[in-house]
């Protein structure tokens, strides 16, 4: 138990999966989301947890709107965005007149969103995350659980954790293994080879461990350039759950690289969801993908550093035409990536 209040604005399933663990542990929990149908929904039934085997877990929160929050309510102790990317400015701007005098603001999302909240709110106010949660949004009061995934919480700037980011790791815990560190970008840059890895699995209509498993070429290639672009560039990257980014490095051995993959194929399979965040958006949500807000250099350190990275590239030019109808799910696109090999 603790006495901190959090205000999680974004109760999809990054938001929602933290906020039940957290408020099931005794936390002090506030939901507040743009979707009315969601919200309508939690304030009837509760925010539900659906397991793997079909049964909900149901906690009670408070849950409101951005246009129906209370004129009257307390200031926000520790403010928790977790919408996609490209919504963070205007969840800042919403957070700014109600944070406390001695608030925080913690960005668990996706991308690099920290500058852009800090533009708002003051840049020591500021809190930064990393997070790989495979849980999805079911429908309005319901998130299922996709497995406990890592979960970092640290400083912008790389340095220290002060005793904001520790107080809130130790609160994420009710969530599971979470860890405060001084290298979040690490992990984030690390993702890069992950999301690569998960972006390939989406051009196909098949689970995630089957095409990485029959496609380990791709899977490699896709990985091995932001893990080269961070060698190169002196970045210091961190493993998380499965994934471990240097053994896809250009130099390592078949036998290492074929191990990190074993494990990894092994996790996707041991996943409850079995297609990706990005696959879900474009075929079942029918959103465009999440986009960042921030050019955070990526691909001017590549070009520095000589890394080519059209593998991913065009994996991203082949999911947005997804999104769009111009393309369709289809094994043609694994053989088409597959003519980019060297």
Same mark, same amino acid.
């Given at each position: ?15 929602? @999966? ?13 939901? $507040? ?28 929160? &408070? %849950?409101?709107? @951005? +246009? ?6 307390? &200031? ?19 957070? %700014? ?17 920290? &500058? !852009? ?22 429908? &309005? ?36 293994? $979470?860890?405060?560190? +001084? ?27 089957? !095409? ?8 490699? %290639?896709? %990985?091995?350039?932001? @893990? ?9 990257? *961190?493993?998380?759950?499965?994934? *471990?980014?240097?053994?896809?490095? +250009?130099?390592?051995? *078949?036998?290492?690289?074929?191990? /990190? ?21 474009? /075929? ?18 590549? +070009?520095?550093?000589?890394?080519? @990275? ?10 947005? *035409? ?21």
């Amino acid at each position: 138990m603790t006495d901190r209040s959090y205000t999680i604005i974004g109760a999809g399933a990054i938001g929602g @999966t933290v906020a039940h663990a957290m408020a099931h542990a005794g936390v002090k929990v506030t939901l $507040v989301d743009t979707d009315a149908a969601h919200v309508a929904a939690i304030r009837t039934g509760g925010l539900r947890i659906r397991a793997v085997d079909g049964t909900d877990d149901t906690v009670r929160v &408070p %849950a409101y709107t @951005t +246009a129906d929050y209370p004129a009257d309510a307390e &200031p926000i102790d520790i403010a928790v965005i977790a919408t996609k990317s490209q919504h963070t400015r205007d969840a800042a701007r919403w957070i %700014a007149p109600r944070l406390a005098g001695d608030g925080r603001v913690v960005s668990l999302q996706n991308g690099v969103n920290e &500058p !852009v909240i800090a533009e708002v709110v003051g840049a020591d106010r500021v809190i930064s995350a990393f997070v790989n949660i495979f849980s999805d949004f079911l429908e &309005p009061g319901v998130v299922s659980f996709g497995g406990t995934g890592a979960l970092s919480v640290g400083m912008p700037d790389g340095s220290a954790p002060d005793r904001h980011a520790l107080d809130v790791a130790v609160d994420f815990r009710a969530y599971g293994p $979470v860890t405060a560190s +001084a290298n979040v970008a690490g992990y984030r840059f690390a993702k890069r080879g992950f999301g690569g890895i998960l972006g390939l699995t989406s051009v196909v209509d098949a689970p995630m461990a089957e !095409v990485v498993d029959g496609n380990r070429d791709l899977a490699a %290639a896709v %990985a091995r350039e932001s @893990t080269e672009v961070a060698v190169r560039a002196g970045v210091v990257l *961190e493993n998380f759950d499965a994934y *471990e980014p240097y053994a896809f490095r +250009a130099d390592a051995s *078949e036998a290492a690289r074929e191990a /990190a993959l074993d494990r990894l194929v092994r996790y996707l399979a041991g996943q409850p969801k079995d297609r990706s965040g990005g696959f879900r958006d474009i /075929a079942v949500r029918r959103r465009p993908l999440e986009r960042g807000l921030v050019d955070d250099g990526y691909a001017a350190l590549a +070009a520095e550093h000589g890394v080519d @990275t059209r593998m991913s590239r065009t994996v991203g030019v082949m999911l947005g *035409e997804i999104s769009s109808g111009e393309r369709s799910f289809s094994p043609d696109n694994l053989k088409e990536l597959r003519t980019l090999l060297g």
